[in-house]
C-alpha cells in the first residue's frame, strides 16, 4: 500500500465541489437565455446582442488573470473566491431584476452593468476553485486521490452546465410572468439563488479548509521579468543568446528558460481563439438561427436556445467512448495517439460545423 492511501481524503473538497457545480449551474443557466433576451426583451438587433454576447464573454476569461493575481499575491484563494462571489451574486440580482417591468427600473443599463458584475465574479474565481481544491491534498502521497477529484470537478462542471442549459429554457417559454408570454425574470432568478447557495456551502466549508500561504503570482513576475528583458535590450549593447537572458541577472535563468519554453509552446495557441470564437457561436448566431426553424425532432420539441444543452451533453457521453474505444482504436494506426493530432481534428471538425451551418442558412434565406 502506497503512503498516500494512509491518508483520509479530504472531506473539505465536497463542499467545493458543491460550490462549483451551483456556480456553474447559475453562469451557463444565466448564459443560455442571455441572447434571446437581449434580443427578444431588451430589443437589440440580432448583431448588436452577438456583440454584446461576445463582449460579456470576453470579459468572463479576460477577469481570471486579476483574479489569479488576488489570489496569490494579495487576498489568497479563500476570500478572493469569497469576495468575488458576492459581486457575481450581485450581477445576477441586478440581471433578474432588470426583467422585472413592475419594478419600473431601466432594464438596460441594470442588465449591462450586471452582465459586467458577472464577468468579473465568473471570471474572478475561475483560476482560483479548482487550484483552492488542489490545496486541499498532500502531495506527493494524494497523487492518486487528487487525480480522482479533478475527474469529479470537471463532471460537477458539465453536470451544472448540462442541467441548466435544459432547465432555464423552459422556464423561460413554459412559465408565464407579469403577462407576458415568456418568464426571463425566473430564468435570471434561479441562477442567481444557485449562486447564492454556492457562497453559503463554500462559507460553510471553511473550517475543514486547508489555507496555503501567500506565495506571490508567477504572471506578476513573470511580465515584470519580460519588461526588465525588453528595457535592458533596448538600453543595452551587450550580445546574448537570446533577448531573454537580458533579465537572467535580476530574475534568474530558471524563470527565463521556463518563459522561453512557454513563448515556444504559445506559437501553438495561435489557432484556439479562432476555435473558441467559433466555439461561442452556439449562444448568439446559431441560437438565433435556430429561432428561424421549428425546433421538433421526432415527437420532442427542442427551444432555439435549449439547443446548447447538447454540448454537455457530448462531452458526458463521449469522454468514457472516446477514452476507452475511438483513441485506442486510432492509435494502432498512429492517428489521435498526440494532443497536437487530437486538437487538429478538433479544428478540422469545428470548422465543418460551420460549413453545415452555412448550408442549413442558405436553405433557411430560400424558404423565407
Same mark, same amino acid.
Given at each position: 500500500?502506497?503512503?498516500?492511501?494512509?491518508?483520509?481524503?479530504?472531506?473539505?473538497?465536497?463542499?467545493?465541489?458543491?460550490?462549483?457545480?451551483?456556480?456553474?449551474?447559475?453562469?451557463?443557466?444565466?448564459?443560455?437565455?442571455?441572447?434571446?433576451?437581449?434580443?427578444?426583451?431588451?430589443?437589440?438587433? /440580432?448583431?448588436?446582442?452577438?456583440?454584446?454576447?461576445?463582449?460579456? +464573454?470576453?470579459?468572463?476569461?479576460?477577469?481570471?488573470?486579476?483574479? *489569479?493575481?488576488?489570489?496569490?499575491?494579495?487576498?489568497?484563494?479563500?476570500?478572493?473566491?469569497?469576495?468575488?462571489?458576492?459581486?457575481?451574486?450581485?450581477?445576477?440580482?441586478?440581471?433578474?431584476?432588470?426583467?422585472?417591468?413592475?419594478?419600473?427600473?431601466?432594464?438596460?443599463?441594470?442588465?449591462?452593468?450586471?452582465?459586467?458584475?458577472? *464577468?468579473?465574479?465568473?471570471?474572478?474565481?475561475?483560476?482560483?476553485?479548482?487550484?483552492?481544491?488542489?490545496?486541499?491534498?498532500?502531495?506527493?502521497?494524494?497523487?492518486?486521490?487528487?487525480? +480522482?477529484?479533478?475527474?469529479?470537478?470537471?463532471?460537477?462542471?458539465?453536470?451544472?452546465?448540462?442541467?441548466?442549459?435544459?432547465?432555464?429554457?423552459?422556464?423561460?417559454? /413554459?412559465?408565464?410572468?407579469?403577462?407576458? %408570454?415568456?418568464?426571463?425574470?425566473?430564468?435570471?432568478?434561479?441562477?442567481?439563488?444557485?449562486?447564492?447557495?454556492?457562497?453559503?456551502?463554500?462559507?460553510?466549508? %471553511?473550517?475543514?479548509?486547508? &489555507?496555503? /500561504?501567500?506565495?506571490?503570482?508567477?504572471?506578476?513576475?513573470?511580465?515584470?521579468? &519580460?519588461?526588465?528583458?525588453?528595457? %535592458?535590450?533596448?538600453?543595452?549593447?551587450?550580445?546574448?543568446?537570446?533577448?531573454? /537572458?537580458?533579465?537572467?541577472?535580476?530574475?534568474?535563468? %530558471?524563470?527565463?528558460?521556463?518563459?522561453?519554453?512557454?513563448?515556444?509552446?504559445?506559437?501553438?495557441?495561435?489557432?484556439?481563439?479562432?476555435?473558441?470564437?467559433?466555439?461561442?457561436?452556439?449562444?448568439?448566431?446559431?441560437?438565433?438561427?435556430?429561432?428561424?426553424?421549428?425546433?421538433?425532432?421526432?415527437?420532442?420539441?427542442?427551444?432555439?436556445?435549449?439547443?446548447?444543452?447538447?454540448?454537455?451533453?457530448?462531452?458526458?457521453?463521449?469522454?468514457?467512448?472516446?477514452?476507452?474505444?475511438?483513441?485506442?482504436?486510432?492509435?494502432?494506426?498512429?492517428?489521435?495517439?498526440?494532443?497536437?493530432?487530437?486538437?487538429?481534428?478538433?479544428?478540422?471538425?469545428?470548422?465543418?460545423?460551420?460549413?453545415?451551418?452555412?448550408?442549413?442558412?442558405?436553405?433557411?434565406?430560400?424558404?423565407?
Amino acid at each position: 500500500m502506497s503512503a498516500g492511501k494512509k491518508l483520509k481524503y479530504p472531506k473539505s473538497v465536497f463542499f467545493i465541489i458543491s460550490n462549483e457545480f451551483c456556480e456553474r449551474f447559475s453562469f451557463y443557466g444565466m448564459r443560455t437565455v442571455l441572447t434571446l433576451y437581449l434580443r427578444n426583451v431588451l430589443n437589440y438587433t /440580432d448583431n448588436t446582442s452577438t456583440v454584446i454576447y461576445h463582449i460579456f +464573454t470576453m470579459f468572463v476569461f479576460f477577469f481570471p488573470l486579476f483574479g *489569479a493575481i488576488l489570489a496569490d499575491s494579495i487576498l489568497g484563494k479563500y476570500r478572493t473566491i469569497f469576495y468575488v462571489s458576492i459581486i457575481y451574486t450581485v450581477g445576477q440580482l441586478l440581471l433578474a431584476l432588470s426583467a422585472v417591468p413592475p419594478l419600473g427600473l431601466p432594464p438596460r443599463e441594470f442588465a449591462l452593468v450586471g452582465l459586467f458584475l458577472i *464577468a468579473i465574479g465568473s471570471g474572478g474565481i475561475k483560476p482560483c476553485v479548482s487550484a483552492f481544491g488542489g490545496d486541499q491534498f498532500v502531495l506527493p502521497q494524494q497523487e492518486q486521490q487528487l487525480s +480522482t477529484f479533478f475527474s469529479v470537478f470537471y463532471f460537477s462542471i458539465n453536470s451544472g452546465s448540462l442541467i441548466s442549459s435544459f432547465l432555464t429554457p423552459i422556464l423561460r417559454s /413554459d412559465v408565464t410572468c407579469f403577462g407576458d %408570454k415568456t418568464c426571463y425574470s425566473l430564468s435570471f432568478l434561479i441562477p442567481a439563488i444557485l449562486m447564492s447557495i454556492s457562497i453559503v456551502i463554500f462559507v460553510l466549508g %471553511k473550517p475543514l479548509y486547508k &489555507i496555503v /500561504d501567500l506565495k506571490g503570482n508567477i504572471v506578476v513576475d513573470v511580465t515584470k521579468c &519580460i519588461y526588465y528583458a525588453i528595457k %535592458k535590450k533596448i538600453q543595452s549593447k551587450e550580445k546574448v543568446d537570446h533577448w531573454l /537572458d537580458h533579465s537572467s541577472d535580476k530574475y534568474g535563468q %530558471k524563470l527565463v528558460e521556463d518563459i522561453k519554453d512557454s513563448l515556444q509552446v504559445l506559437k501553438m495557441f495561435l489557432p484556439l481563439p479562432i476555435f473558441w470564437a467559433l466555439f461561442d457561436q452556439q449562444g448568439s448566431r446559431w441560437t438565433i438561427q435556430a429561432t428561424r426553424m421549428d425546433g421538433k425532432v421526432g415527437n420532442f420539441l427542442i427551444q432555439s436556445d435549449q439547443m446548447q444543452v447538447f454540448n454537455p451533453l457530448l462531452v458526458v457521453i463521449f469522454i468514457p467512448i472516446f477514452e476507452t474505444c475511438i483513441y485506442p482504436i486510432f492509435s494502432k494506426i498512429h492517428l489521435l495517439n498526440t494532443p497536437l493530432k487530437k486538437l487538429t481534428v478538433g479544428g478540422v471538425l469545428a470548422a465543418l460545423s460551420f460549413v453545415i451551418s452555412a448550408i442549413v442558412e442558405l436553405q433557411l434565406e430560400m424558404q423565407s
